[in-house]
C-alpha cells in the first residue's frame, strides 16, 4: 500500500488534534483511501518533554522534518511570520508539497509562496487557514466558481462573536465577557488581534483574494473592533429586535473592492442572527446561486485539523489539485461609503435641551430618525446615553454629524456609531 | 485554445438557466481556465419551437446528442427515471463524461449508472442533484473526508419550506400557501411529491449513501409530510418560541442508519430557525469538526444551472476528480425509534372532563406535560383544539397513548404529533 508521510512543523494545539486525529481515524481512512497517511517527523521547541510520538520521531531541527527524505507533506502548524514563512520556502524548495493552517503568513506573503509553489510544482494546501473546519475556500473555487461571487458577509472572528454572544445572553460586560474567552481557551492572554478586527482583516484578505483572484493588502481593509461595546448597545439593539456581530465585508463596486471589518446590528431573522459563541459563518451572494451560507467552528484543535487532513486527503486521491490563487495580481480596492441604517449611542449629562440638540443637529444633516430612547437614570445632570436608529444614511453624512454634535459640548464623549445590517 | 463541448439532453428551466450562464459568463470563465465550454447539441421535445440555441444544434433525435463525435460532456436535464437512465448509460458506453441533476434516477438506479461510469472510465458530476446551489456534495466528500460525520439534519424540499413558511408569516392556511408556492413555480400542479416527503427522500437518500458511503433504498425511509399542519399548530408553536420545518435526519445508531424525513418544531435560536421560503439548508455533525451548516437556494434555474456547471468545470481542471460513492455496497438501515419532546394536538369537542382524560391517559404511560393549552371557542361542546408540549419521551411511547386516547372518544379526530428538536 502506498503511503504519504507527514512531516509536521510544531505540535501545538493544531499538530496534537493531527496526531490524534490519525490515531482514531487512520485505519478508516486508510481502508477508504487505500493509502497510508502517517507521521514520520515532528519539530518542537524542546524535545525533553514527553510527548505523543516516539522521540525517534521528534526534532528541534528544522531540517530534520523539512530535508527529511521520508517526508512527503510539510505540514506548517506553527503560525507567525516567521520561521513559518522561510521553512515554507525551504520545504517547496526541497521538493515537498506543503499543507499550512496560517493565515498570517499567506495573507502578507501570499504571492512569495505561491510562486515558489510553482517554480518547484508542488502544491500548497491552506483551507485550514480560513475558518478552520468550513470547507470554505474549497466551495468558493470549485462549486462556485461557474457563478459571479461579487459580495461577502461574514462572521470570522469566533473569538469576537464569543464575547458579544456572553454580553448578549448572559449580560456580561465587555471585561467579564472577555476573562471568560480567555478562561476557556478562546483568546490569548493578549487578546488585542481577536477584538481589534486584526485576526478577522486577516482571514478577509485570504477569503477576498481568492474570491476575486486578486491580491489584498492588510492596509486595504477598513477596520473597527469591539471594544467599545458597552451592555446599553447590546440590549438596546435587542429591545428593537437586533443581535450585535463582528462582522466582515467584501463586495465589489464598480471597479473597486471594499473591504471591511467592524461590529454591525442583524435582525434576529437573519441567517447570520443565530451564529453565536466561537461559530463562523460566511453569508455569499452570487449572481446566478444567490444566497449561500457557510457555518462551522472557525478555530479550535481539531476543526482546524480536520481541515488540514482534508487538504492532505485531497492531494492523495488528486496530487493535480489546486485551489486557484492568483495573489500576484492587483486590483484597486477602495473603501466606498455605503449607505446603511445606523444606530448610533450619545454618552450624554442629563440636562434640558439635550435630546432636542442632537435630534436637531441629526435633522439639518437629513439624517431621519426611526426609534430615540433615552435611559437617563439618576439626578438631573447624572451620566446616561441616547440612543438613535436612524434611517437609510450615508458613512460621510454619520461622521460628519458626530463630529458636530462632539463640537457643541452636548456629549461626555465620543458617540459610538454601528452600522445595521438588513 | 482547447473547449469542453456539451450535449444537454432537455433545455427545459435548467437547460435554458445553463445556455444564459454561459452566454452571460463564458468569456470570464474561458479566461480563467483558460480552456473554452460551450454547447453544441441539444436534445428537445419539439424542435419546431423558437429556441435560445440555432437550429442546427437542435435536435429530437437522442442519438445525435449522446454518439455525436462533437459532444463530450452529456449534460442530463430531462429528469425522471426514463428515458433519462437509458440515455445516461448510453452516453457512458459512447466514452462521453456525464453531468446530471436528476436526484430520481441516482436514487434509484445509482449502483446500475456508478458501475457503467468504472466500466467506460468516465464520471458521472451530481453535485446539482441535492440542493442544486449549495455545494454540498463536494463539501462533505472532501472538505470533510477526513472526520467522521455520524449526523445530519436539514431542509431539503424548498416547497415545503416555502409553504409552512408563509403560513407562519403571513398566517396563510395550508391551501392557499401551496396555491401561492404553484403560482411562484415553486410547486408542480400536483404538489404531492413534494409536500408528502418523497422528494425530500431522493435527497436525503444521495446525501445517506455520500456519507456513509452505503446503498440505501426509498422503502427504508421513514417518511411524514407536512400536509396535516394546520395554522393552530404554526401558532402555537410559534407562541413557544418554535417555528415548523420540514426535516430531513440521517444518523448512525449503533450497526445501522436511521432515516427520517418529517416535520418538526425547531427553535427560533437554532441555526436552522431563519431557513425560510424556498431555502434549503444542511446542518452536519462530525467527530473532529462539530457542527457545519450548508445554505442555500436548492433548486430553480440559475443555482442548479451553476452547480451544473461547476461539474463541468472541475472535470476540465482535474479530470480524474470524482466524488466518492457506493451504492452498491449495502448495509443495515433501520428506523431507530427516537427520543424527543413532543407537540401534540387533539381535535377535540369541548367536554367537561376531556382535559383531564387526555391528561391522565398521558400520565399513565409515563409522559410528562411542560405546556398545555387549550382552545375551546364558542358554545360547550364546539369543535377545537387541545395542544400538549412534552419532556423527552420516545416515538412508541407516544404513539400507544395516542392509540389509546383515540379509542377512549376523547378526540374528534386523530391527535397529531410532531417531533421537538432541541
Known sequence: MK?????????????????????????????????????????????????????????????QVIEADDVDVVVELMGGIEPARSYILRALGAGKSVVTANKAVLARHGAELLAASHASGRPIGFEAS????????????????????DQMVGILNGTSNFVLSRMHQD??????????AQERGLAEADPTLDVNGSDAAHKL?????????????????????????????????????????????????????????????????????????????????????????????????????????????????????????????STKVRHVPGTSRFYLRFPVHDRPGLIGKVATALGEHGVSITHAQARLVGAEGAAGNLTILTHVTSEPVIAQVLSKIEKTGAVRAPALSLRILD
Open 3 to 63: 503511503a504519504t508521510r507527514l512531516g509536521i512543523l510544531g505540535l501545538g494545539t493544531v499538530g496534537s488534534g493531527l496526531v490524534d486525529l490519525l490515531e482514531k481515524g487512520g485505519a478508516n481512512l486508510r481502508h477508504r483511501l487505500d493509502h497510508e497517511i502517517r507521521v514520520t517527523r515532528a519539530l518542537v521547541r524542546d524535545d525533553t518533554r514527553e510527548r505523543r510520538l516516539p522521540s525517534s520521531m521528534v526534532t528541534t531541527d528544522p531540517a
Open 130 to 149: 480560513v475558518c478552520g473546519g468550513i470547507p470554505l475556500l474549497r466551495a468558493i473555487s470549485t462549486g462556485l466558481i461557474a457563478d459571479e461571487v
Open 171 to 180: 449580560g456580561l460586560d465587555y471585561a467579564t465577557a472577555v476573562a471568560l
Open 205 to 329: 484578505i485570504l477569503l477576498a483574494e481568492i474570491m476575486f483572484q486578486t491580491a489584498v493588502g492588510l492596509d486595504q481593509i477598513e477596520r473597527e473592533g469591539i471594544e467599545a461595546i458597552e451592555p446599553i448597545d447590546i440590549q438596546t439593539a435587542d429591545s428593537f429586535g437586533y443581535v450585535i456581530k463582528p462582522v466582515a465585508v467584501a463586495k465589489r463596486v464598480e471597479d473597486a473592492l471594499d473591504l471591511r471589518v467592524h461590529p454591525a446590528l442583524v435582525p434576529y431573522t437573519h441567517v447570520l442572527g443565530p451564529v453565536s459563541d466561537e461559530y463562523n459563518a460566511v453569508l455569499l451572494r452570487g449572481e446566478a446561486t444567490g444566497e449561500t451560507l457557510f457555518y462551522g467552528r472557525g478555530a479550535g484543535s481539531l476543526p482546524t485539523a480536520s481541515a488540514v487532513l482534508g487538504d492532505i486527503v485531497e492531494l492523495v486521491r488528486h496530487p493535480d489539485w489546486r485551489i486557484p490563487w492568483d495573489p500576484a495580481k
